[in-house]
């Protein structure tokens, strides 16, 4: 296997020089820089990344904890966050924590123990043992697209498991999409439409994702004038199955909704599921709205009206921020948002609108541009 020396010796130059071309460490004359890559490329080299990591502490590899990988939502980050990593030179490591906060615990430790640079996380329902895992080994990491309560005190009182689940995660920069105001949005179109019974099928409890929709959705309820039924907010634990019970919950009350909104794609699938099973028809019967579109959303019959999460940005801006943060440790922490999209289709009761903009579905941004604020 060829070596840096050798490369040197090819090229002509000092073996620092090819250091400094191959790590871009230092400006070199661009005639020189040509040398260098021809050499390499004649001889096949390739660098020794684990004896680099000895000298400079660094990996160059991110780590990367999502649950529901197959989630074409989670997918699109995943692909997002895989780009904006290799274009900066660093390998990606994955990790699924299904949603489990003991499992969550086990994989970011896995993921550490490779001696990844920092790490990327969507943080489960109860992450206080996570939190408190990085917080003590002090690994740069980025929170994406469920925020963790950054309020509470550093250190809680007491003392095990149970106190550490009150950790909140100040120093840690955070990235999501907006929440509350697209699912009001979807609320008041709804309601715009004359209807005035309109249910939640709502995600995970303990998720800010799960609290954010909900909030935006009683904010919803009230710019409409509408008041507020308990029995219309159900909870889907942001999967088909649960989903689905939830939505057959609802079929099954005495006064049942005149409209659905679900909280996500997967509780999507699964109130559709209820809805054939019980013989409603979808807008005849119940309009439906949905958080999270996807590949396929324009294909049902009705086509589904839905918000669109930049879910490829997401990941992307995530690896910038954690870039950021190796860069600059000391900096202060960020939460990042990103708006989200209103895609208006069918499902929702609306007459399909003529000429190609119909044909996919028009958009329009639901959210205020992006921002960010220190936490």
């Known amino acids: 296997m060829a070596t840096m020396a050798d490369v040197a010796r090819s090229a002509g130059v000092s073996v620092a020089t090819v250091s400094h071309v191959l790590n871009g460490t230092r400006p070199v004359l661009p005639h020189t820089r040509q040398a260098v890559l021809d050499a390499v490329n004649a001889l096949g080299y390739t660098p020794n990344t684990l004896a680099r990591s000895l000298v400079t502490s660094r990996t160059r590899s991110i780590g990367l904890a999502v649950s529901a990988i197959s989630n074409p939502y989670f997918t699109e980050i995943l692909q997002g966050v895989e780009s904006a990593a290799l274009e900066a030179g660093y390998s990606l490591l994955i990790a699924d924590p299904h949603d489990d906060p003991r499992h969550e615990l086990k994989v970011v430790q896995l993921l550490h123990e490779r001696r990844v640079d920092g790490m990327i996380v969507a943080p489960s329902a109860d992450p206080g043992d996570l939190v408190g895992y990085l917080r003590r080994h002090a690994v740069p990491t980025v929170f994406l697209d469920r925020l963790v309560d950054a309020s509470v005190p550093e250190e809680p009182p007491g003392d095990g498991a149970g106190a550490a689940s009150a950790l909140g995660a100040p120093g840690f920069d955070q990235v999501c999409a907006e929440s509350a105001a697209p699912t009001a949005l979807l609320v008041t179109h709804l309601a715009g439409l004359g209807h005035r019974r309109i249910a939640l099928v709502a995600g995970l409890p303990g998720l800010s994702t799960t609290g954010e929709r909900v909030t935006g959705y009683r904010e919803g309820l009230a710019t409409a004038g509408l008041a507020y039924e308990e029995r219309l907010l159900v909870s889907g634990n942001s999967e088909s199955a649960g989903a689905e019970r939830a939505t057959a919950a609802l079929l099954g009350l005495p006064d049942p909704p005149t409209a659905l909104v679900t909280a996500n794609n997967a509780m999507t699938i699964g109130a559709l599921r209820a809805l054939r099973r019980h013989g409603r028809s979808v807008p005849d019967d119940i309009a439906l709205c949905c958080f999270d579109d996807f590949a396929w959303a324009d294909l049902f019959s009705p086509r589904l009206t839905a918000i669109a999460q930049p879910s490829r940005e997401l990941g992307a801006l995530a690896v910038r921020v954690l870039l950021d943060r190796l860069a600059g440790p000391d ?24 000429g190609p903009a119909g044909a996919a579905g028009h958009t329009a941004s639901s959210t205020l541009p992006e921002k960010g604020t220190a936490t």
């Open 331 to 354: 900096r202060p922490a960020r939460t990042l948002r990103l708006p989200c999209t209103f895609v208006h289709r069918t499902s929702c009761g609306c007459p399909e609108e003529p």
